[in-house]
């Protein structure tokens, strides 16, 4: 099964600050990766699909980079809501496995 | 609108079976890929099954042989028939609708339910 690791786990910042994200994968998987957002006790919300194309209704300042095994999510200027747990998923292959999370906290 | 809604999580001891429903309404189950996704308490996202339009499925290694992705088309309802328990699936379970199309991203997972917890547990 293609690993994806995130990094970093946990990560502190402000409002207004410039956040970067990355997921590795052990092979390569073309851009089929996904980013997600997760908020506690609530549902993953779809972020990013093909590794850059911005899921419709969700913000500009949300934004993924990346091809072949490297991966990137940026948040370009915190909000007070962007604050929550980030995952990753590849759709290459199955099984269909996501990162093991990065938990955004402010600072 | 495009509503999921889970339900048939419940506490079941090890080795026994439960089965999961997700209720859809706002678009039809049978045409579109569907997505099982669980959450241990206090982990990370674990995807878990798949279901195609076509009726293929795909499942993790850790539920394969054990739980089964299906649908009602009458009912316009999707199912996780699990068996064979294990305190490790022990999770909150989401359903989810994939995007669709014909493009790599159609199994990634759009519209997702409010999930349903299972617990095993003696």
């Known amino acids: 099964a293609i690993q994806l690791t995130q990094s970093p786990s946990s990560l502190s910042a402000s409002v207004g600050d410039r956040v970067t994200i990355t997921c590795r994968a052990s092979q390569g998987i073309r851009t089929t990766l996904a980013w997600y957002q997760q908020k506690p006790g609530k549902a993953p919300k779809l972020l990013i699909y093909d590794a850059s194309s911005l899921e419709s209704g969700v913000p500009s300042r949300f934004s993924g980079s990346g091809s072949g095994t490297d991966f990137t999510l940026t948040i370009s200027s915190l909000q007070p809501e962007d604050f929550a747990t980030y995952y990753c998923?590849?759709?290459?292959?199955?099984?269909?496995?996501f990162g093991q999370g990065t938990r955004l906290e402010i600072k | 609108e495009v509503q999921l809604g889970e339900s048939g999580g419940d506490l079941v001891q090890p080795g026994g079976s439960l089965r999961l429903s997700c209720a859809a309404s706002?678009?039809?189950?049978?045409?579109?890929?569907m997505n099982w996704v669980r959450q241990a308490p206090g982990k990370g996202l674990e995807w878990v099954s798949i279901?195609?339009?076509?009726?293929?499925?795909y499942y993790a290694d850790s539920v394969k042989g054990r739980f089964t992705i299906y649908r009602d088309n009458s009912k316009n309802t999707l199912y996780l028939q699990m068996n064979s328990l294990r305190s490790e699936d022990t999770a909150v379970y989401y359903c989810?609708?994939?995007?669709?199309?014909?493009?790599?991203?159609?199994?990634?997972?759009?519209?997702w339910g409010q999930g349903t917890l299972v617990t095993v547990s003696s």
């Open positions: 279901i195609y339009s076509d009726g293929r499925t």
């Open positions: 706002g678009f039809l189950v049978s045409s579109n890929f």
């Open positions: 998923q590849q759709f290459n292959d199955y099984p269909h496995t």
């Open positions: 989810a609708r994939a995007r669709g199309g014909s493009a790599s991203h159609k199994t990634v997972s759009e519209y």
